[in-house]
């Protein structure tokens, strides 16, 4: 049996429309037969940081940290044009009128097409992020670095950095 | 005979220095032989988008995203420093200077030099853009979607996500 | 013997945590055996750019260019929150805290390690830098365009651009 071509996509940033480019590929490509990974980073892990309650980080810095970046889902924006929410707002509306999918919808539907989302466990640190399971969703399936992630992409037929 | 070898670039970005660099890319690769496909989405249709003209959207939401969300090759900003105007306005004299082409002439270069431009039609609904050719510059060849930009990243020796 | 599988990463942001991202991959890249390129253009030119004595640039918008931008390794600021410099220097607390190297400590090892470090020529001048190997530090060790960019991406097992 051939194997499987990979995706293995790299998401540094927290921005609202590079987190859903990032998914509507990861998505596509599971459905098109692809073993797709993603490896958040930086921001990117503010997308896959829990929802609710607070995460319990040691240290003025990492409290100041979390304070200004409380991360999750639901608290993403744009890049531009955000506004003080106005913008964001404005898109998520656009969004609902065409059916794409949230970005908790999409976390759901990847994990359930067997998409990979792993957490940097090198940028936890300097996140202000505890790099335990714990810190992240429960799709969230491991924690990892960047020898991990590259890795991967020497064996995918696409990699791409977002 | 070979088959060229393939290059895919994604352009997420609507920034000045962002699309430069994909245009720089894709009229380089061209020169090189390779077959070059640009694939626009969210803030990177802006740069495809027409100059003239009001695009008819409907509803309030899409007119209000289209009058804060203007668009057009010529009215691109420096991510950084654009100062009001002032940072954008110094490095478009540079770019001059250096005698760098224009956006609006590496669109035409890269279209005479079988640059393939495709806009992302599932964006184009969040983006409050309507999907037809009409929206954008008659150098865009066509409207496609994320499985086609993967399809074609998957034939590429060279994929970037801009 | 078998050639070593190469990595080339673009470099176009000059926003501290990228930087960081693209050493991190580079120096890992290294340590695994792999033949590493970094190629910095636009804003990426500022993480290279030497930290001490002014550059010498002709003609006004060069000089106004350098007098806001003025660029080296220790003046990367974080891309969000960094809030007159405070998130950043939060930042910079954390990586001490964890151990992560700094800019110059990585720029130091990946040199060390072989990676090769590579500024782009093509956008020196719209960045208002002069082309010479005099604007950048020592560990810089040569400059190149697009095409060698290309000619490297076709050749390697592993592209990103941050």
Redesign the interface.
Known sequence: MAEK?K?TI?V?S?DL??A??AF??AV??A??G?EVSMFF???GLNIIKRNEGSIKSK?L??K??NL??RGGSRRLKL???N?FGL?TW??K???K??N?PSIDEFIAMAHQMGVKLIACT??C????LPPVTDTFRSEVESLA???Y???E??Q???????
Do not use: C, P
């Not at 640190?125 to 202000?128: A, I, N, R």
């Not at 995918?156 to 977002?162: E, H, M, Q, W, Y």
């Open positions: 071509e995706l790299a540094l927290g429309e590079r859903l480019a509507m590929l596509t490509g459905s098109m692809m980073t930086f921001w240290g810095m990492r100041m940290l200004i970046n890049s531009k044009f506004m913008g404005v898109m509306q656009l969004m009128d065409t794409m090198t940028t640190g300097v996140m202000g670095g960047a020898a992630f590259l890795g992409a020497r995918s037929k696409v990699t791409l950095f977002i």
